[in-house]
């Protein structure tokens, strides 16, 4: 769980931008001072959930007089029709903070519920559903925890904590061996190293090298993938991307890799459809 210490900021600053220098001028303008009622945020489809605590935060940072009841914790699945969270107090008050923490919990419930589709096609296979830095600016490390939220395991954070190397890499340092040489001389003890191939000719010249940890096996065909993993026989990790659409997943799975990243769950998750009703 993400301490509230990552997350305020983050909805604090959405906060600011939506009531902008002055407030909100309609409630100021409608909303008799001292009115007081209930609401819920109340699933319109089923799905799993996240973003529910950050949705709380929002309303509690716009007040913290707000009575705020949890009727579903990040991670539960739940169906349409579902109550998720009820907040009560100042009227006024739910609906400043209405659409940030709506934004926040339909962009976030979408990619755990997409992340969770995806995770049901790998029943009864070891691979795991990773995600990418394929995120939104500003918000990965919530979109990450959403990932998790839905089943799925996080790919490193960002360009700081691995050393993955890429075609491009490859092209740049002048071949596989000179790259690999060149990483395991910088990498600390704690940092792993993942390199990229497209062709089984190349992985198999990365396992006659060594020191890669991780293979990313990119933009292959099934069958390709099957080759790849009777070829590493355990050696490395290997992580199969590129092309990972949900039909696709259940066969990609059966071919014993042991992750297959998917971008779309962060750059594509459709926003769950969630609503605030007094």
């Known amino acids: 769980m993400l301490p509230d210490l990552l997350l305020e900021p983050l909805v604090r600053a959405a906060l600011i931008e939506d009531l902008g220098p002055m407030g909100d001028a309609t409630c100021r303008a409608v909303i008799p001072p001292g009115l007081t009622y209930a609401a819920q945020l109340n699933a319109r489809a089923a799905g799993v959930a996240s973003g529910l605590r950050i949705a709380a935060m929002a309303f509690r940072l716009v007040d913290p007089a707000l009575r705020i009841e949890p009727l579903r914790t990040d991670g539960q699945p739940f169906a349409a029709g579902d109550p998720l969270l009820r907040i009560s107090g100042s009227a006024s008050s739910i609906l400043m903070a209405e659409r940030v923490a709506l934004n926040f919990a339909g962009r976030l419930t979408g990619i755990a519920t997409l992340t969770a589709a995806f995770v ?41 904590d691995a050393i993955l190397i890429k075609d491009n890499h490859i092209a740049a340092a002048g ?8 990483a395991m ?37 099934t069958p390709q993938l099957a080759e790849a993993v009777a070829l590493a026989a355990g050696r490395v990790v290997l992580e199969a991307s590129g092309n990972m659409a949900l039909p696709r997943i259940a066969e990609v799975a059966a071919t014993g890799v042991d992750y297959i990243s ?14 605030l009703d007094f």
């Open 175 to 182: 071949g596989v061996r000179a790259v690999l040489a060149a």
């Open 262 to 275: 998917v971008g779309a769950l962060t750059h594509s998750a459709p926003v769950l459809d969630l609503g």
């Open 185 to 221: 001389a910088a990498r600390s003890h704690m940092m792993r190293i993942e390199i990229e191939v497209d062709r089984l000719d190349q992985l198999a010249e990365v396992l006659a090298i060594g020191g890669a940890d991780v293979v990313l096996l990119d933009n292959m065909t």
């Open 120 to 160: 049901a096609q790998t029943a009864r296979h070891k691979a795991r559903i990773t995600c990418t830095r394929k995120t939104t600016p500003g918000l990965r490390a919530v979109e990450k925890e959403a990932v998790r939220h839905g089943g799925g395991a996080n790919h490193r954070y960002g360009l700081s």
